[in-house]
């Protein structure tokens, strides 16, 4: 079974750009969300949708990040325009509604320049 | 809001030595509780959780027990080797009623030969 892919895994823009970044869940998961890493800080989180719907989206640090989950299968997470800040690790993970377990992709790398 | 709290890093061990990684939390409720790991170029990989108090959490020689009256999830593993070298992560569900898991900042081990 394919776990939780994330695209792209690695890139580089320039601030004042825009990046798109893409999450495919393990498949049937309801479940999912975002969470970012920081400049070797703690993993907070961003949203959580469940389906289509966002649940909560109290982690959501402004309103340059933009997160879509279309027929609530794949999600985006869209930042525009990017600022240096934005620099880090973007984890994707998702679940399924009775469970505990949370299960995590490879992490998206941004570095804005 | 729930928190977590683990020791600072890096943590430094010969190969076989035994490993301690402290874990508190805060949180109402009863929130399950995890270990994460990531390897060096890797995701976020589950390796242990427990659900309940008194749990005991273990995988690859890996062990946590999940102690409500010090609210620890101490990590502990009795003869490391090179291969475990990562960060280690904990984390907590559920303490508010909400899915998403609440990071602690992780803690590099490096593991010498």
């Known amino acids: 079974e394919a776990g939780v892919t994330q695209f792209p895994s690695h890139s580089v823009i320039e601030k004042g750009q825009t990046v798109t970044l893409r999450c495919d869940p393990i498949?049937?998961?309801?479940?999912l969300y975002w969470y970012r890493r920081v400049m070797g800080k703690e993993i907070k989180f961003l949203l959580h949708?469940?389906?289509?719907?966002?649940?909560?989206e109290s982690g959501m640090p402004n309103n340059r990040f933009l997160a879509e989950r279309t027929g609530g299968t794949y999600s985006t997470l869209k930042v525009q325009p990017a600022e240096l800040e934005d620099s880090g690790v973007y984890f994707c993970?998702?679940?399924?509604?009775?469970?505990?377990?949370?299960?995590f992709g490879e992490g998206s790398w941004l570095t804005v320049v | 809001g729930d928190s977590v709290t683990q020791m600072e890093g890096p943590v430094t061990l010969s190969e076989e030595a035994f490993l301690t990684i402290n874990c508190t939390y805060t949180?109402?409720?009863?929130?399950?509780l995890f270990w994460y790991v990531q390897y060096p170029g890797e995701g976020l990989q589950l390796l242990l959780k427990?659900?309940?108090?008194?749990d005991k959490g273990s995988n690859k020689g890996f062990e946590a027990t999940y102690r409500k009256e010090t609210t620890s999830f101490h990590l502990e593993k009795g003869s490391v080797q090179v291969s475990d070298s990562a960060v280690y992560f904990c984390?907590?569900?559920?303490?508010?009623?909400?899915?998403?898991?609440?990071f602690g900042s992780g803690t590099r081990l490096q593991v010498q030969p």
């Open positions: 993970a998702s679940s399924q509604p009775w469970e505990t377990t949370i299960y």
């Open positions: 498949s049937g998961h309801d479940n």
């Open positions: 949708f469940v389906k289509e719907s966002k649940q909560d």
């Open positions: 949180a109402t409720g009863y929130p399950s």
């Open positions: 427990a659900t309940k108090a008194d």
């Open positions: 984390a907590l569900s559920g303490g508010t009623g909400r899915r998403a898991l609440t």
